[in-house]
Structure formats: structure tokens, C-alpha cells
């Protein structure tokens, strides 16, 4: 790619960013945008509709950008949890990385690969020069100067591992922080038991009953057996539509009669409602035999934290496939479908998911070769012959070049989170949060494979296999392929990341849907769906630029000024999104930072891999030989980080959890949390009915017992 390319492609991109801020500036403002712009405060009431006219409505302003900054990180915490901070927590890493990067790499890398002499560069006809005039390629071969870059390595490598600590070691006492000031949680006293064996001549529940209270007297507090309710949960959503479309008949009949017109609806207002008594009979009939649709699986309750603890690290039973356990989901993360299915079932789901997520992988490949024909003209032109005559245009070839490339692989890379999230639905977790985490880190490496290796190689280990299987091989085809492809990773940069962002804030989607139904619906919707931070696409999205930042720190620093405005507008953008617009579904408590402790390790021996390919190609040997022990202390700086953070993320500590409970041993509202405690973990399908005919019906639950 050409210079004026880049800057063809940044000038779009900055149009549509200062486009989107614009019209988002207005658009807030006007009250018919609350839903759309402020859907959480307007749910929590905390902002008010003002319908009278003020000329300051159509004015853009940058008054939420104020508000953002100033909201502090307890703010944060209290209206998004721990997982909204360890987000916003992401980008503030990420910017204290790359403002590093950018000071060596701008102002000390930058210059000694522009006045390098490897390319023969004409400065009279610099905008149509390509961009690897800046990259490490122009570097001349064997050059003292690159002993700069050899420091350089070293020296950022040292910086990313010290802030990575911090990070770690801050996130890591706001996690035991967040615990001591919690109030209880009922999953912090259940844990999910499966494969439990039936005793002859006793029942399920009786044999979970007699176990626990025989090895854990003193603790045991009650338990649920799990049924396979699917099919009832069917029947239910088929009887919610059904009260809805029968619901709405009748207001339309009284409208109707109100204004004294004839209406010939009668007909299929009494088929709807002879289908919803149906419905609501094979209800009753399937709550009925639920007692012979019991899983070997409970959720069992304890009385204390560390009671609970207690039975989840300690094995059983003598045979460890029996009495298996671990820790309960909240009650509201709980993925019900999961107990539905057998060992066997989802074994086999498995196998399906891994088959299913290669082919993902393959088929991808061949949408990015497509779009690296776009990035060079002359493979362009002898594909399509027929465009010759248009790419003579110097404008339209840089848009192609510049532009249309990261356009089309974003398109293509947005139906990827969905996708992964509903594999992973079907991998065999018991939470909803479990499937997210999961499907971020499916996305994580999808992205990383078909976005950045998939676009080095395709030029090369697509057509030399065998190279796989000579890793001696491999730091030098990443040197050879990683530089070649800077241009479009900064172009990929500006257009993925600045436009979606933008648009992150604009909510395109969610204002063309707020418009159409402000026409079309009769009534206003008493409920408002707020929606939560689609993790699962945001934060492998953050990661893959840190990727790129660090991969190009040596080989093309001047990505890293477009990273530094994308963690910029990120942390600005999301801060406010946080605030208006999005709620906290489930709480992980912070499970999601050892991913991004992970993906900056792999990041920065990639970085040290190609930097000995790097100065073995420019003729620097000893360079080579001494960047070796680099990734070396980086995987034992890993292995420390695993040891001394990773279990404070995967389970609280016996101290904190004594603590805690003997802190709470005399609160006299712990009677009320054990009480509501028993009966927590009751299946949604379960509860009581709200379509039934009679209000005795709408007050009786599906399922009277409850095993205690």
C-alpha cells in the first residue's frame, strides 16, 4: 500500500467518526432517542422525558464526553460490577503499553527506518511511495542501526511484563475486595453435584439427602434435584405469545367498541384462546410426569461459604466419576438446556463444536485471500481484466487498496462472535457467563488466526506446508511475512477499530428499530430490554490490536499512533456506554482478565519469534542468538504470573471465605438469605404459570414439592 492510500483511508475514516459523533451529539439530545441513547437510566428513572422545544437540541455538543471522564472507577464498580471495571481496566493497560511503545517507536524507530537506504526512496514523489519506507525493511542489511531495535525489544518486553504485574496484582485485590463488600451471594453457598448413584429401594433426592447429611452434617442446608424441562419450557414460550396475541385482541375489541365500530375479530380471538387453554393443559399434563424426568445432577446448598468450598475441592465419593462437583452459577446465570442432555449427548456435542469451529476456520481462509487480492493491483487486475481501465483512477485504487479490504473482513469477521457463542451454548456449560468466556476466547483465537496469520501467510505457508514441520523454519517465514503485511494492519487499524467504534456509540440498529416502532406500534412497551457489553466480540477485539501493536513495535511503528487514538476513543466511548446505555447481566467477577493476561504473553513471544527471524534476514546473527532468552524469561515470567494470581481468579481462599462468614455468623438477615436460599435454585420452568385460565392456576406453582 501506498502512502496516499493510508491517508485516503484515514480521511474516510475520520469523516464517519466525526459523521457518527455528530449526528450522536444531536440525536441524544432529542427525548424521542431516550430508549435508544439511555435505555439504563430510563429504566432506573433517573432521567426524565423533557418534551419542550430548546433550540440547544439541535446543536452538537461535547458534553458527554465530560461526563465520561469524570465518572471515577467506584462509580464504575456500582453500576457495572467488577467486570465493567476490569473492561475499562483493559484500555487503561492497554494505553500505558503503547504510550511506551510510541515514544520509543515514534521517536527513536520511526527515524532510523525512514533514513535507511534499503529501499531506494524518491522524497520528490513521497505520497506514492509504499509504507514500508517506514517499516524495519529499510533498514540496510547487517546495519549497526539495528542494534536500536535489539535494545528496543528488550526494553518494551521489561515494560509490558512490569505493567502486566501491576495490573495483575491491582485487579487481583479488587476481586477480594469485591467479595468482602458484597452482600451474599447464593451462589458463593451451592454447589452443582452430578453423576450422583441411586441407592436401591431410595429415590434420587433421598439419596442425595442421606449422603450429604452422613459427610456433611454441619453444613448442609437443603438441595434441587434438576428435571429435563425443555419440552415444558416450550409449551411456556408458546403460551406467552399466545396470551400476548390474545391480550391484544382484546384491547383492540375495546377500542373498537369504545368508538362504536363493528369488529369481526370474534373468530380468531376464540381459536387463540382454545389454543392457549390446549397449550396450557399439555402444561399441567408434562408438570405431571416431571418427577420421572430427574437428572442425576443438584444443586446442593450449604449454610456457610466455606462449608460449600469445602465440598467442592475435596473428592466425594471413592469413585471419582461419582459425586462429581463444582461451583453453582448464579441462579440467574444458569443455563438450564445443559441438564437436558447426556454425558454421551454432549460428549458428542463436543466433538461437533471442534469439527464445526475448524471448518469455521477453513472457510474463512478463503475470504481473506479474496481480500488480499484487493490489497495488491496488479493480482487485482489479472483476475479482472476488465477493471484495468477503472484502477487508472488514482482515487478508486486507493479506496480499493486503502479502504475496501478492512471494510470487507470486518463485514465477514461480525457474524463470527454470534456463531462462536452459539457453539459454545452447546459445548456443555452450566452458565451463561461459562458460554460467554468460552466464546471469547474462541473468538479470540479465530480472530488471531484468520485476521493475522492467515493474511501473513497467505503467500507463503499456504503453498509450503512442510514448513509446519520445521519449526527451525518458522521465526524466518514470519519475518518475511509479518512486515509485508503493515500496511494493511494499519489500514485494518483505522477502519475496524475507529468506525466501529464510532458506531458503537452512534447505535445505527438500535435507532433504525427505535424509529419503526415509534411508527408502527400502537402502544408504548411498558417493558425496556437494556441490553449488556457483548464481551464475547468486544474484548477479543481490543486484544487483537494489542497483538498488532506489539507485533509491529519493532517491525512498523507507525501503526502504533492509530492504536493510541483507538484505546483513546475506546475508553471514552465504552466509559459512556456503561454509564446510559448498557446493564451487567451476570458478574463473572473479574474472570475475564487472566484471558488478557494470556493473549499479551503470546503476543510478546510472537513479537521476540519474528525479531529473531527479523535480524537473522537482515544479516545480524549475534542480534538473532541473543533475543533467544527473551521469550524464554517472558514464558517464566508467565509461569510466575499462573502461580501467584491465576488461583486468586479461579477461587476465593479459605481466609476470605472464613472471614466473611464469621462476619456475618450473628447478622440476623442471614435467617432470610438461608430461607430464600432453599428454594433459589428452582427451575424458571417451574415457577408459577401467568397464562393460566383461573386466578387459582396463575398462583400455584407447576411443581408443589421442593427437596429440602
Excluded at 403460551?239 to 375479530?265: C, H, I, M, P, T
Excluded at 492504536?563 to 471514552?572: A, D, N
Excluded at 462468614?661 to 450473628?666: F, I, L, S
Aim: glycine share 4%; aromatic share 14%.
Amino acid at each position: 500500500m501506498i502512502l496516499s492510500a493510508l491517508l485516503t483511508s484515514v480521511g474516510i475514516n475520520l469523516g464517519l467518526c466525526f459523521l457518527f459523533f455528530t449526528l450522536y451529539s444531536i440525536l441524544r439530545k432529542q427525548p424521542s432517542n431516550l430508549r435508544v441513547y439511555a435505555p439504563r437510566l430510563v429504566a432506573e428513572r433517573k432521567l426524565k422525558q423533557n418534551t419542550d422545544f430548546n433550540l440547544e437540541r439541535l446543536l452538537p455538543s461535547a458534553g458527554w464526553v465530560k461526563r465520561a471522564w469524570q465518572q471515577s472507577e467506584e462509580d464504575l464498580l456500582e453500576k457495572s460490577g467488577l467486570d465493567g471495571v476490569v473492561f475499562m481496566r483493559l484500555f487503561t493497560f492497554s494505553l500505558k503499553v503503547f504510550s511506551v511503545a510510541a515514544i520509543i517507536g515514534v521517536f527513536i524507530l520511526l527515524p532510523i527506518n525512514f533514513l535507511g537506504n534499503q529501499l531506494l526512496i524518491d522524497f520528490s514523489d513521497l505520497p506514492n511511495k509504499s509504507l514500508d519506507s517506514f517499516s524495519i525493511s529499510n533498514v540496510n542489511n547487517g546495519s549497526n542501526r539495528l542494534w536500536i531495535h535489539f535494545c528496543a525489544a528488550y526494553v518494551f518486553t521489561g515494560a509490558v511484563c512490569y505493567l502486566l504485574y501491576n495490573e495483575n496484582k491491582v485487579i487481583a485485590l479488587k476481586r477480594i475486595a469485591y467479595f468482602y463488600a458484597s452482600q451474599p451471594q447464593f451462589h458463593h453457598f451451592t454447589i452443582l453435584v452430578r453423576g450422583i448413584p441411586v441407592q436401591a429401594g431410595s429415590s434420587l433426592s433421598e439419596s442425595i439427602e442421606q449422603f450429604f447429611r452422613e459427610y456433611h452434617p454441619l453444613t448442609y442446608l437443603s438441595h434441587t434435584v434438576v428435571r429435563r424441562t425443555s419440552k415444558l419450557q416450550q409449551l411456556m414460550d408458546n403460551a406467552e405469545k399466545l396470551y400476548g396475541a390474545v391480550d391484544q385482541l382484546k384491547s383492540e375489541e375495546r377500542s373498537s367498541q369504545r368508538l362504536g365500530l363493528f369488529s369481526n375479530k370474534d373468530r380468531h380471538l376464540r381459536t387463540l384462546e382454545k389454543k392457549l387453554e390446549v397449550t396450557e393443559d399439555n402444561m399441567r399434563m408434562e408438570q405431571s410426569s416431571l418427577h420421572e424426568k430427574e437428572v442425576p445432577a443438584a444443586f446442593v446448598s450449604f449454610k456457610s461459604r466455606y462449608g460449600a468450598a469445602i465440598a467442592i475441592h475435596i473428592q466425594q465419593g471413592v469413585n471419582p466419576i461419582e459425586w462429581v462437583t463444582e461451583q453453582a452459577p448464579e441462579p440467574d446465570d444458569v443455563y438450564w438446556p445443559f441438564f437436558s442432555a447426556s454425558y454421551f449427548r454432549i460428549w458428542i456435542c463436543k466433538l461437533v463444536v471442534y469439527v464445526a469451529s475448524a471448518v469455521l476456520t477453513v472457510l474463512f481462509l478463503f475470504f481473506v485471500l479474496i481480500v488480499q487480492g484487493l490489497t495488491h493491483l496488479e493480482q487485482l487486475e489479472s483476475y479482472l481484466p476488465f477493471l484495468k481501465s477503472i484502477l487508472t483512477i488514482a482515487f478508486v485504487s486507493q479506496v480499493i487498496t486503502g479502504y475496501l479490504p478492512s471494510l470487507i473482513l470486518q463485514l465477514f469477521l461480525s457474524f463470527v462472535p454470534p456463531i462462536m457463542k452459539m457453539l459454545s451454548s452447546i459445548q456443555g456449560y452450566i452458565s451463561m457467563s461459562a458460554i460467554q468466556k468460552s466464546a471469547c476466547n474462541k473468538v479470540l483465537w479465530f480472530t488471531i488466526w484468520n485476521i493475522f496469520f492467515a493474511n501473513v501467510l497467505s503467500g507463503t505457508a499456504l503453498t509450503q506446508v512442510s514448513v509446519f514441520f520445521e519449526p527451525k523454519k518458522i521465526p524466518e517465514l514470519l519475518a518475511r511475512g509479518v512486515p509485508a503485511q503493515a500496511s494493511f494492519f494499519i489500514s485494518y487499524v483505522v477502519t475496524s477499530g475507529w468506525t466501529s467504534l464510532s458506531s458503537e456509540l452512534f447505535q445505527l440498529v438500535t435507532l433504525i428499530w427505535n424509529f419503526l416502532r415509534r411508527i408502527f406500534a400502537k402502544e408504548e412497551a411498558d417493558d425496556l430490554i437494556i441490553s449488556s457489553v457483548p464481551y464475547e466480540s468486544e474484548i477479543p477485539r481490543i486484544l487483537f490490536f494489542v497483538l498488532l501493536g506489539i507485533t509491529y513495535f519493532i517491525l512498523a511503528p507507525l501503526i502504533l499512533p492509530f492504536l493510541l487514538v483507538y484505546f483513546c476513543m475506546g475508553y471514552l466511548i465504552y466509559r459512556n456506554q456503561l454509564l446510559n446505555v448498557y446493564a451487567p447481566k451476570h458478574e463473572t467477577n473479574g474472570k475475564f482478565w487472566p484471558i488478557v493476561h494470556n493473549s499479551t504473553i503470546f503476543s510478546l513471544v510472537l513479537m521476540h519469534i519474528i525479531a529473531i527471524g527479523i535480524f537473522g534476514l537482515k544479516d545480524l546473527p549475534l542480534a538473532s542468538s541473543l533475543i533467544i532468552p527473551l521469550p524464554i524469561l517472558t514464558l517464566l515470567f508467565n509461569e510466575y504470573c499462573r502461580k501467584r494470581f491465576l488461583p486468586i481468579f479461579q477461587a476465593y481462599a479459605a481466609e476470605c471465605l472464613i472471614k466473611k462468614d464469621r462476619e456475618e455468623q450473628n447478622d440476623p438477615r442471614m435467617t432470610e438469605f438461608l430461607d430464600k436460599l432453599i428454594v433459589a435454585y428452582q427451575d424458571p420452568a417451574l415457577k408459577p404459570s401467568q397464562y393460566s385460565r383461573n386466578t387459582d392456576s396463575q398462583t400455584s406453582p407447576l411443581l408443589q414439592s421442593t427437596e429440602i
